[in-house]
């Protein structure tokens, strides 16, 4: 690899890693879940939780818990793409509920499927500790200032 391929790299790294530090500041709700964002990367992230009680609604976690993984990780792709200049925030959210989690941990993933000037466009997957596919979710964030 020349020289300006390594500055370009090392740059990427230390911009990703900046917008993984701003974000898990930034959104302090992650942590009320127990959220974390374990990877990132130009048009992808990954969060990480695991169930605990006070995420439960009868003996499963709750649809909005799995729903805000699944947003995060979308928002956090598309973000990729526009920090630090900018950041976005989700306008239409869809969530498909495919398998009830009652234990252990869980894992959403999240990539940016079109990255437009203004409009992103984000699909993220939700499985449990065995990789059995929980929910999927398809959203659109816009770009706002930061």
Not at 79 to 94: M, V
Not at 117 to 129: A, G, N, P
Request: some cysteine; hydrophobic content about 45%.
């Amino acid at each position: 690899m020349d020289d300006a391929k390594i500055d370009k790299h090392h740059n990427n790294k230390l911009e990703l890693n900046a917008l993984r530090d701003f974000m898990s500041e930034a959104v302090p709700y992650w942590k009320t879940l127990g959220l974390e964002l374990i990877e990132v990367a130009r048009g992808h992230a990954v969060f990480e939780a695991e169930v605990r009680p006070g995420l439960l609604q009868n003996n499963v976690v709750h649809g909005g818990v799995l729903a805000s993984i699944a947003d995060s990780a979308c928002a956090v792709a598309a973000i990729s793409h526009l920090f630090p200049e900018n950041y976005a925030t989700t306008i239409n959210l869809q969530v498909a509920y495919l398998k009830p989690l009652k234990a252990g941990r869980f894992r959403a993933t999240g990539k940016c499927l079109k990255a437009g000037r203004s409009i992103f466009f984000c699909e993220s997957r939700v499985v449990d500790e065995n990789n059995a596919l929980i929910c999927t979710a398809s959203s659109q964030l816009i770009a706002v200032p930061r």
